[in-house]
């Protein structure tokens, strides 16, 4: 993988990951639920991090880090408030649509970890690292999502 190459997956996914922060802050805003509130603003805030990460890595490398999301992430957080909006079960959809963010974040990771004989060795540990936990809050929004769920039954 040339230099450009890995620059512009880098990007890709700085910019999902800056997505994926202000999805969770956007998620935090819509929902009632104290905990969950909470919750949500953590996994933005770890998000944070992520993007940090990503983008000192960028520079060490001589490469200029994206600094924002982008126009899909924006339609997905305006589809996520018309969905709650419209949703007897408010706290059910913000997660559903979590999860869909995730699941999303998990392939772009894939996408590039595809290519990890071409990175260096410290990009793709802390690129498994992150899809890693990615797939842990994944598997913990599945969770919230089934007590949301039983507690409208």
């Known amino acids: 993988m040339t ?6 997956y880098l990007n890709d996914l700085l910019e999902k990951t800056y997505d994926a922060q202000r999805g969770y802050a956007n998620a935090a805003e819509v929902t009632k639920n104290v905990q969950l509130k909470r919750w949500l603003a953590q996994q933005g805030v770890r998000r944070t991090e992520f993007a940090a990460v990503l983008a000192g890595e960028m520079k060490r490398m001589n490469n200029t880090p994206e600094l924002d999301g982008s126009f899909t992430g924006d339609m997905h957080r305006g589809w996520m408030n018309i969905k709650v909006a419209l ?15 995730e699941k999303n974040a998990i392939q772009e990771y894939d996408k590039v970890l595809g290519h990890k004989d071409q990175l ?19 598997n913990e929004i599945t969770s919230l999502e089934d007590v949301a769920h039983e507690q409208h039954l």
């Open 87 to 101: 949703s007897l079960h408010k706290d059910e959809a913000v997660l559903e649509e979590c999860i869909t963010g």
């Open 120 to 138: 260096a060795p410290s990009i793709v540990s802390i690129l498994q690292s992150q899809k890693d936990e990615i797939q842990s809050t994944v």
């Open 3 to 8: 230099i450009v190459k890995t620059e512009k």
